[in-house]
């Protein structure tokens, strides 16, 4: 396994003592692997990549990387997040290397060479070499998550962190995306482990689907995806995509309409009808 | 053309600099109106032909130049000694908390006493030479411009950190490298607007105790009745703020051209 996830939980501080945002949560990755985790919104699934990201500490429980354990953030986990995040003052080239500039990053004159023309070349893979020298607010939605998404392989981390990476952007765009996520993962062997609540999306992408619910964020189900790769967009309509993507839903939709009858005993009928809307 | 119903609607340069013309026109003529046609006493307001006989007195005599030159050295030393001192601080108050719960109560409670009532202070303790009117336009300036530059600094976006912490920089890689980079506009623009304040606290300290400056000049005038002269250096320091914001903001956009319309995230 290149990534663990071992009795993993997070608790916040909250009004009546502990609110338990992550209970029990156990997962790996293999090497070359692509991971999707999908849930209800405030299933935690952000809070795991944000842990694995070491961004926030765990309140328990373990997470490895290569065996050992990661500890505060750095370049062997990258990371996209769901707003590109570039800086305004730098050039495309300038906002993908930028990692490249840091001491921990830091490498000898050659490799930096070598790592520098390969920046260059994952531009030009992701259509964006002509914008090499343009500033951020030049681009489009696309184009910065894009750079953005550059930025974080430059300094070849070991597993690519996506938090909703496409959640912002129009329906098009996304396909773009998802086609160009694909394409770049079979190219740079990335392993990736994604966030996201689009089913399609999670299926499409993915080698293995993780299932979350909410209160406390568990995972409920581990969906394997056995589409033939290379992928593309048209397998959505392969029996084997209608089939997965309509097991995931009923696996997220038993699971609300459980928490509903539940509610329906403990809460009365008002927040239950509510969360049956939602649904 | 337009209508006055456009609300909060954009207008062609050519209409808005029309419509400054012909305020500053308007009031020009209210000005020559007043003056020449004889309702308004001189002593009270001054003739555009008493103010520029005034200038250009002041001009050949060499006394203008003295002044101006006397008071940009005040406010230059006083306002430069106030950037240096109040960027690393506003840096280190925007960056950790527990500096800021250091100096921000101090200088919020410091920053309502006004700067006029500090002078007889000064006076006491710096004495009446250069340096007091320099102390006076620090005091003035550098107590708001922590506090603005600390703000600025807080209002950088929390994400730009993020991306920087998951590509492996270090807390000081970060402040130099994001938390700067991404608050000189703000920073530029905290001291554009400080440089007004410090023309402001030169006047009144000049006014106070000086023997020399564009402040001694219009008390003295004053003293002797000569309001044309108040009026020339009135227009100079006016002239002089306003040509200062320029300056400024020219260089601004020409420096960090990134900042224009850019549509975040």
């Given at each position: 396994m290149l990534l663990m996830i071992e009795t993993l939980t997070k608790s916040y501080p909250s009004r009546d003592g502990q609110s338990l945002a992550l209970a029990e949560i156990n997962f790996g990755i293999e090497e070359g692997e692509f991971v999707s985790l999908v849930g209800p919104s405030g299933c935690g699934k952000s809070t795991i990549l944000t842990l694995a990201a070491g961004l926030i500490p765990p309140s328990t429980g373990r997470i490895t990387l290569d065996g050992s354990t990661v500890g505060r953030a750095g370049a062997d986990r990258g990371m996209v997040f769901q707003q590109a995040n570039l800086f305004p003052w730098l050039t495309v080239f300038e906002n993908v290397t930028?990692?490249?500039?840091l001491k921990a990053n830091r490498v000898s004159r050659n490799d930096e060479r070598v790592l520098l023309a390969q920046a260059d070349s994952l531009l030009q893979a992701v259509g964006l070499a002509v914008f090499r020298?343009?500033?951020?607010?030049?681009?489009s939605g696309g184009m910065r998550q894009r750079a953005a998404l550059v930025r974080a392989l430059v300094t070849r981390p070991r597993i690519l962190l996506m938090d909703?990476?496409?959640?912002?952007?129009?329906a098009q765009t996304r396909e773009e995306m998802q086609e160009l996520l694909m394409h770049l993962c079979r190219r740079q062997g990335t392993t990736v482990l994604f966030v996201t609540h689009d089913v399609e999306e999670a299926v499409l992408l993915s080698d293995r689907v993780l299932v979350m619910q909410a209160h406390?964020?568990?995972?409920i189900a581990e969906v394997p995806v056995s589409l033939e790769r290379p992928r593309h967009l048209d397998m959505r309509a392969d029996p084997i995509f209608v089939e997965l993507r309509a097991h995931i839903f009923d696996l997220l939709h038993h699971r609300i309409r459980k928490d509903v009858s539940q509610m329906v005993v403990s809460n009365g009928t008002a927040e239950a009808e509510n969360r049956l809307r939602q649904a | 053309m337009f209508s006055l119903s456009a609300f909060r609607q954009e207008i062609p340069p050519r209409t808005y600099w029309m419509a400054v013309a012909i305020a500053a026109a308007g009031v020009a003529l209210l000005w020559c109106v007043l003056t020449y046609g004889g309702y308004v006493t001189p002593i009270f307001l001054p003739s555009p032909t008493d103010v520029w006989n005034a200038a250009t007195e002041l001009c050949l005599s060499g006394v203008f130049a003295a002044d101006f030159g006397r008071s940009c050295c005040r406010v230059f030393g006083g306002f430069v000694a106030a950037i240096i001192v109040s960027i690393p601080i506003g840096m280190l108050m925007g960056n950790f908390r527990i500096i800021e719960a250091a100096i921000e109560p101090f200088l919020a409670f410091v920053r309502y006493m006004p700067v006029p009532a500090f002078i007889p202070l000064i006076i006491l303790y710096a004495g009446i030479d250069e340096f007091s009117k320099m102390l006076v336009i620090f005091i003035g300036t550098a107590v708001q411009m922590i506090i603005m530059v600390s703000d600025v600094v807080k209002k950088v976006a929390a994400d730009f950190c993020k991306v920087a912490l998951t590509l492996g920089a270090t807390p000081a890689e970060i402040a130099r490298k994001v938390v700067w980079r991404a608050s000189l506009p703000g920073i530029v623009d905290v001291c554009r607007i400080n440089l007004g304040w410090a023309w402001t606290y030169l006047i009144v300290a000049e006014v106070l105790a000086a023997n020399q400056g564009l402040g001694f000049r219009i008390i003295k005038a004053q003293h002797l009745l000569n309001t044309s002269i108040i009026f020339f250096y009135l227009v100079v320091i006016g002239a002089l703020g306003l040509g200062c914001d320029i300056a400024f903001r020219l260089s601004s956009a020409r420096l960090f051209p990134w900042t224009r319309e850019y549509l975040g995230a």
């Open positions: 930028f990692g490249l500039t020298d343009h500033y951020p607010r030049q681009l909703e990476p496409f959640g912002a952007l129009d406390p964020g568990t995972i | -």
